[in-house]
């Protein structure tokens, strides 16, 4: 691996941080604390203020909301190394990314298998980074093992009538959009009876009831379906052929690095609070478990970069696409992430249970390590190895794909 930028590279990143610096407004920074009651403070994810909208105009100037996307349908056209750099970037300052389902799954399906019309009406959308998707996969008795999805899509005339039910939607109850896999052949082979439809999620029939996780965050839904009736031209790609269509990606980057690198900078974030609270009854920065403990995570974390800057590597300089090493930089996060938040909470004691909305009463501030948000990061990290492929799916596919075990 190299860890040089050669001079364009450097060149870029310099371009990337100083956007940021000037772009970004002030209370989306890292420290800034919303009014109470704002929607900000409301702890929904999907809830946008008048700084977010600022900033989703700047970034789609700049063409920066589909970085990856080639330029022919609107994107950035970066190459996998400009892509690493510009997330790196981000992550560093803390910046946050507009698109997510929207331009990592929807847009290039869109641009692999839609019509022409599809393209024309939907890509534009999503570039001007204001239109929320989401993805109808998973189902009640259908997660990992995706591809046995009942949601029943029946042909009728011009349309789709579509019945069942999704769960685990994230950002169901601001979407426009939904990519929904529903099953149109009940008679084939499981992976070869489903279609992909672009689904409208105010469509009658449409009802959406909220997930609300221990956090106390509401970002999950599930999605009921009755009787919803999608046009034709609301497939992507061929009848039956959607499993398919779900798998179509580009190749884009998937190393990972905002993930790692969040990682590194909570666990500063932590030393830097051991070393601000050393004098107090607490002897943070004087207690040796604390500082062993830290430093295995501080460790740990570098290790979580070093898989990042492996599988750019490999994308750069090979043009392999990440399989297996996508998988260990994931497993590898995902579990890391949950180790930190644990020694966190060991490391606060009972000031870790404090709410991060406890911080809007300045009686109580004074008491919020970190603003409060060791809490509700705690309770969420609990989820991320479930989300995304669960850690057994991760091993197996690290097993079969990276080390050639057979499957059984």
Not at 74 to 86: D, H, L, Y
Not at 278 to 297: I, W, Y
Request: charge should be neutral; include cysteine; aromatic fraction near 8%.
């Amino acid at each position: 691996m190299d860890y040089r930028d050669n001079p364009e590279e450097a060149a870029f990143r310099q371009d990337v941080r100083a956007f940021i610096r000037t772009q970004l407004p002030d209370e989306l920074k890292p420290g800034y604390v919303p009014p109470a009651g704002s929607r900000q403070d409301s702890g929904e994810i999907f809830n946008r203020g008048a700084g977010w909208r600022v900033w989703t105009k700047r970034m789609a100037e700049k063409g920066w909301i589909a970085p990856a996307w080639p330029k022919e349908y609107g994107g950035a056209g970066m190459t996998v190394m400009q892509q690493f750099i510009f997330n790196e970037e981000m992550s560093e300052a803390r910046a946050p990314r507009a698109g997510g389902i929207a331009t990592g799954f929807a847009g290039p399906t869109i641009m692999a298998m839609g019509t022409d019309e599809q393209k024309q009406k939907y890509l534009p959308e999503i570039l001007s980074g204001e239109v929320t998707w989401c993805q109808g996969y998973s189902e009640p008795g259908a997660g990992s093992d995706l591809a046995s999805l009942q949601c029943r899509a029946v042909r009728d005339g011009d349309d789709y009538v579509v019945n069942g039910q999704k769960i685990w939607t994230s950002g169901g109850h601001t979407a426009k959009w939904m990519i929904l896999l529903a099953r149109t052949d009940p008679d084939a082979p499981k992976h070869r009876g489903i279609s992909y439809f672009i689904a409208d999620m105010k469509a009658p029939g449409i009802s959406v009831r909220p997930l609300v996780n221990m956090a106390d965050s509401h970002e999950f839904n599930e999605v009921f379906f009755d009787n919803v009736r999608i046009p034709r031209a609301n497939m992507l790609g061929e009848e039956n052929r959607g499993w398919y269509a779900a798998q179509t990606t580009l190749s884009f980057e998937r190393s990972n690095i905002g993930s790692a690198v969040g990682t590194r900078q909570t666990i500063e974030d932590l030393i830097a609070y051991a070393k601000e609270h050393k004098g107090t009854k607490s002897t943070l920065g004087h207690n040796d478990a604390v500082r062993k403990e830290l430093a295995e995570r501080y460790i740990e974390a570098q290790v979580a970069l070093m898989l990042s800057y492996k599988i750019i590597s490999l994308q750069a300089k090979e043009g392999v696409a990440p399989g297996h090493e996508a998988s260990i930089a994931k497993l590898y996060g995902t579990e890391l992430n949950q180790r930190v938040y644990r020694t966190a909470m060991k490391m606060l004691g009972l000031y870790g249970q404090l709410d991060r909305r406890m911080g809007r009463d300045d009686a109580v501030a004074s008491y919020l390590p970190l603003r409060g948000r060791i809490q509700y990061s705690y309770l969420r990290s609990t989820a991320n190895t479930i989300e995304g492929g669960t850690s057994e799916i991760q091993r197996n596919i690290i097993a079969t794909r990276g080390l050639g075990l057979p499957r059984s």
